[in-house]
């Protein structure tokens, strides 16, 4: 477990989940992760920060009641300069929904969609520097892309400089599964993009994907059923260990997973 700092820019440093019943939603995350709660800035509505002893790991709000938005887990990436940032976004055929504005003392940010639709935050550190704990369980470890096709991850290259590294199809078993692209920052994996062909599915679309590490993704996935919600994508080998994708109660989706270490 080790404390995170002010992250350099491109890099994910931080989720956020906005939802019709907070309360509801904090009972189902401590259950799961063992996450408290504190309040949070409140310039986008009622918003609580999930804690692992006593350090900040990812946040929750409620959706404006005259805004039809999906729920749906959210990674912001970290710039110096949001503002700087959204003007990238937008000269990149992104589209900026909210902001950039400002967050109390904690720093300044901007919701927005890349290209093929898919929202992300960018965060712009003050106070608030992002998700204070990693390794642990009940903790964001990897944030993925999950597209028809990996072209969308140039987007990410030009406004935010990240390296690319791609793997493309072989023709050697499931080609989609095989259409891979990581997002480097510095020569550091911080992120991937994963083009999945015709099995996008038809009611999400192009989405980001937050994967959260748990001490035993059977477990956790039975525990996510008894809390309410649903096991999308049984237990099983992933990318990255075991892991599995399920829903919270308002149909958020995340992976859980137990990284393998080397």
Request: net charge negative.
């Amino acid at each position: 477990m080790t404390e995170a700092t002010r992250r350099a820019p491109g890099t994910p440093c931080w989720v956020s989940l906005m939802v019709h019943d907070v309360d509801a939603t904090q009972e189902f995350y401590a259950s799961l992760f063992g996450w408290e709660f504190t309040p949070g800035p409140q310039q986008l509505g009622p918003y609580v920060r999930g804690l692992l002893d006593g350090k900040v790991v990812a946040g929750i709000g409620r959706l404006p009641a005259d805004r039809h938005l999906p729920v749906a887990w959210t990674p912001y990436l970290a710039t110096d300069d949001a503002d700087a940032t959204a003007e990238a976004i937008r000269s990149a055929c992104g589209t900026v929904g909210v902001g950039p504005l400002v967050a109390g003392d904690e720093g300044r940010l901007a919701i927005a969609s890349d290209p093929v639709g898919a929202v992300f935050g960018v965060w712009q550190a003050a106070a608030h520097t992002g998700t204070a704990v990693q390794g642990a369980h009940g903790t964001p470890v990897w944030n993925e892309l999950v597209a028809r096709d990996t072209s969308v991850g140039k987007f990410y290259q030009v406004v935010f400089g990240h390296e690319a590294q791609t793997s493309l199809p072989s023709g050697v078993g499931d080609p989609a599964d095989e259409d891979r692209m990581t997002l480097l920052v510095g020569g550091r994996p911080v992120a991937s993009v994963h083009g999945v062909g015709k099995a996008l599915p038809r009611d999400r679309g192009p989405h980001w994907m937050t994967y959260f590490e748990v001490e035993d993704p059977d477990t956790a996935a039975r525990q996510v059923v008894e809390l309410g919600g649903q096991v999308i994508r049984p237990p099983g080998p992933g990318t990255a260990g075991r892991e599995a994708t399920v829903a919270d109660p308002e149909g958020a989706v995340f992976t859980v997973v137990r990284t393998e270490r080397t």
